[in-house]
């Protein structure tokens, strides 16, 4: 009886290792799982987000299109706002050159001021001054359409405005057609963004970073 009683704690010993055994294996396998999916999860991270000058940057899609996103929040008159900035161009890619730091005075007009010739033929044109309107109203600064060509002042009824006239109330922005695609600070009230060969929005998106990182720096 008693060789029958060891007998059976032996079974059940070794029957408890196997257990113990398997739910060591069903553990370890959760927990390689577990760590797998933390993996996939950096990585994916690292591949759509990326810091430039210290902004963090994530990209997305808007339907078919690739973005560049970036966001800050900020407060005007007591308010607080969100701004999402969204760039078609990898900021890190874009080499436009700018001359002078850019920097804005609420209580002025941004005039953007217009040549129209030569890039009237450029498909991007459209987008590229709308985004700069849009970057400027949404970060609460006040703007109006204006034009660097005194020929375009009848047709289009809007103001003359250019670095060698700028309106006593406002800052100018020129955005025309160049030589060289680049960004210049002329003075202390007026830029100018050249675009060659059609490359007004890379033009425009870059003004509008510089403007993001030189804002950051002042403050």
């Given at each position: 009886?008693?060789?029958?009683?060891?007998?059976?704690?032996?079974?059940?010993?070794?029957?408890e290792k196997k257990q113990n055994r398997q739910m060591y294996w069903?553990?370890?396998?959760?927990?390689?799982?577990?760590?797998?999916?933390?993996?996939?999860?950096?990585?994916?991270?690292?591949?759509?987000?990326?810091?430039?000058?210290?902004?963090?940057?994530?990209?997305?899609?808007?339907?078919?299109?690739?973005?560049?996103?970036?966001?800050?929040?900020?407060?005007?008159?007591?308010?607080?706002?969100?701004?999402?900035?969204?760039?078609?161009?990898?900021?890190?890619?874009?080499?436009?050159?700018?001359?002078?730091?850019?920097?804005?005075?609420?209580?002025?007009?941004?005039?953007?001021?217009?040549?129209?010739?030569?890039?009237?033929k450029c498909n991007d044109s459209s987008m590229a001054i709308y985004?700069?309107?849009?970057?400027?109203?949404?970060?609460?600064?006040?703007?109006?359409?204006?034009?660097?060509?005194?020929?375009?002042?009848?047709?289009?009824?809007?103001?003359?405005?250019?670095?060698?006239?700028?309106?006593?109330?406002?800052?100018?922005?020129?955005?025309?057609?160049?030589?060289?695609?680049?960004?210049?600070?002329?003075?202390?009230?007026?830029?100018?963004?050249?675009?060659?060969?059609?490359?007004?929005?890379?033009?425009?998106?870059?003004?509008?970073?510089?403007?993001?990182?030189?804002?950051?720096?002042r403050a």
């Amino acid at each position: 009886m008693l060789n029958m009683a060891q007998k059976g704690k032996a079974a059940k010993r070794r029957e408890e290792k196997k257990q113990n055994r398997q739910m060591y294996w069903i553990l370890g396998i959760m927990a390689s799982v577990i760590v797998l999916l933390i993996l996939i999860s950096w990585m994916a991270d690292r591949n759509t987000k990326f810091t430039y000058q210290g902004l963090t940057f994530t990209k997305e899609r808007y339907g078919d299109i690739p973005v560049f996103h970036y966001y800050y929040n900020f407060e005007y008159l007591g308010q607080k706002y969100k701004y999402n900035l969204y760039l078609r161009e990898d900021p890190r890619k874009n080499s436009v050159p700018v001359s002078g730091e850019i920097g804005y005075d609420r209580n002025l007009i941004n005039f953007i001021s217009v040549n129209a010739t030569g890039l009237d033929k450029c498909n991007d044109s459209s987008m590229a001054i709308y985004s700069l309107d849009k970057f400027l109203l949404d970060n609460q600064f006040q703007i109006k359409s204006a034009t660097p060509d005194y020929r375009e002042i009848n047709r289009t009824k809007v103001p003359f405005a250019s670095c060698d006239s700028i309106p006593p109330e406002g800052q100018v922005i020129v955005i025309q057609e160049g030589n060289e695609t680049k960004i210049e600070k002329i003075n202390d009230k007026c830029y100018v963004i050249s675009s060659a060969n059609c490359e007004i929005l890379k033009a425009v998106e870059k003004f509008e970073v510089q403007s993001v990182l030189d804002a950051k720096e002042r403050a």
